[in-house]
């Protein structure tokens, strides 16, 4: 006989098997007393739009180091905060992050309720609902991907993604309860990512198995349902990658607005179907044999590689030379990284 899904058994699952992260408070520290810190559960939820966990732990905990209160990160400079961002991605996370971390300090303090979370940066209808429930503990119903996965199977939605995903909300609505709000929306997020994964779900140790509808039909790892995406169109680039006879590198800073905003890279030209660019400065430019390729979430990226050697006196409008001390490539956006890793082995070839 099918069983009706319930918090409480999320629950006593989640007590005995949650995962242990960084930035999370236990279920046994918050039944010791321990509350969550809203800045280290905001900070967490940035940086996982979009991103994995794994990739988040090393960043979350470098960042905690560094910036340990929103105060901290407030007064941080913009280029540094930009610079250990790197790699994670969807650099405009971290351009709002400053600016919620300013109007936090502002405040004095993180508002407690979804409707004052979202009115900040950065923060959307998931990302405020899920401060809201970890931080604060209120009732707010979470749906991230993982979410929307559960909620599909245990109630055998068919209805395809995006189009179910109100319904998906509904859902999932009803299965969040007013006591322990917090634990649940993590333990429900836990579920999905560690037991009812995308492939291969290990239904037999899910809490709600007896309840599920999908795993009843045998219909379990075809859900969600997604509708096809529209194929990636391909953009055309340039990076002028030139070092200086001191070792500097020449670089300039993108604009605040748009993709890569406020980081450094190479010169280039907007990406496009063509590579239409002027190089920063004459120079003897020469063409790498090999592209630089990169996927964003809306287009692939093949930017052309040109390198040169640039005497001491060289000067380029509206760039910077980066003394080869102060130069780290790991603070580059992650395209730019492979573009400098294309130029510095030809670079390190004999002229």
Not at 236 to 251: N, P, T, V
Not at 288 to 311: K, Y
Request: aromatic share 8%.
């Amino acid at each position: 006989m099918r069983e009706n899904a319930t918090s409480s058994d999320l629950l006593a699952w989640y007590d005995a098997h949650a995962r242990r992260l960084p930035w999370r408070t236990s279920p046994a520290d918050r039944r010791a007393g321990r509350q969550p810190d809203p800045y280290a559960v905001w900070l967490s939820e940035v940086m996982l739009q979009q991103t994995t966990v794994a990739a988040v732990k090393a960043y979350f905990t470098r960042f905690m180091l560094l910036w340990p209160t929103v105060e901290a990160l407030a007064a941080a400079r913009d280029e540094d905060v930009m610079a250990e961002w790197a790699g994670l991605g969807y650099y405009a996370r971290a351009r709002n992050l400053l600016k919620c971390a300013r109007e936090v300090t502002e405040l004095g303090s993180f508002p407690d309720t979804r409707d004052g979370l979202q009115k900040l940066p950065g923060i959307g209808p998931y990302t405020s609902a899920a401060i809201s429930a970890i931080a604060y503990d209120h009732p707010e119903t979470v749906l991230d991907g993982n979410v929307e996965r559960v909620m599909s199977r245990l109630y055998a939605v068919l209805e395809p993604l995006p189009d179910s995903k109100e319904s998906l909300r509904a859902l999932a609505a009803r299965l969040t309860p007013n006591h322990r709000a917090g634990d649940y929306a993590q333990a429900v997020m836990d579920l999905g990512a560690t037991v009812c994964t995308p492939r291969s779900p290990t239904c037999g140790l899910c809490p709600w198995s007896t309840a599920c509808l999908a795993r009843e039909q045998g219909i379990a790892d075809t859900l969600p349902r997604k509708k096809p995406k529209a194929p990636k169109p391909t953009r055309l680039g340039i990076a002028y990658i030139a070092k200086r006879a001191d070792g500097a590198w020449l670089l300039e800073r993108r604009p605040d607005k748009g993709l890569l905003g406020g980081m450094l890279g190479w010169p280039g030209a907007p990406w496009g179907e063509e590579r239409i660019a002027q190089p920063p400065l004459k120079a003897n430019w020469q063409l790498l044999p090999e592209e630089a390729r990169h996927t964003f979430t809306h287009f692939h990226l093949r930017l052309d590689v040109q390198i040169a050697h640039l005497p001491l006196e060289a000067r380029a409008q509206g760039c910077e030379f980066i003394d080869r001390h102060s130069f780290k490539p790991s603070s580059l956006p992650t395209v730019m990284r492979k573009a400098f890793d294309l130029a510095q082995s030809a670079f390190d070839e004999p002229k």
